[in-house]
């Protein structure tokens, strides 16, 4: 599956880094600059993603954030996802 991540600490660092173990494409985003996002999504066998782009594209979102973040997301950022 192609899979997004939305925060890479204990929770998505260890849901990315298990999913892409399995085979699964996985990208996954934070709030650091791209260098360090990068170090850090090829660490975790990931691909880096802005937080537009993490959404895109894939067949799943994990959001692994402190809830108070989510008021913070864009009010659309999920508009790109199939409906269920
Ligand atoms: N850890 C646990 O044992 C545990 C247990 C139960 C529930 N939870 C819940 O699960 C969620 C995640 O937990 P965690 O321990 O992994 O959290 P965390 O250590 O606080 O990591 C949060 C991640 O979200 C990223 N982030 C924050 N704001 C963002 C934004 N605006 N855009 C993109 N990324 C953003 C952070 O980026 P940076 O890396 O750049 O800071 C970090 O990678 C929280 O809601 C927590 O309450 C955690």
């Known amino acids: 599956m192609k899979i997004g991540i939305i925060g890479t600490g204990p929770v998505g660092g260890s849901l990315a880094k298990n999913l892409a173990a399995l085979g ?8 650091r600059q791209p260098t360090e ?3 850090k999504a090829q660490e975790l066998g990931a691909s880096p ?3 537009p782009d993490v ?3 894939v067949d799943l979102v994990f959001i692994a ?3 108070k973040v989510l008021a913070e997301f864009p009010k659309d ?4 996802l199939p409906p269920r």
Do not use: W, Y
């Open 37 to 39: 996002l990068a170090r």
């Open 55 to 57: 959404v895109q594209d």
């Open 24 to 31: 699964h494409q996985v990208k996954v985003t934070n709030t």
């Open 77 to 80: 950022l999920f508009r790109s």
């Open 65 to 67: 954030v402190p809830f």
């Open 49 to 51: 993603a802005t937080l």
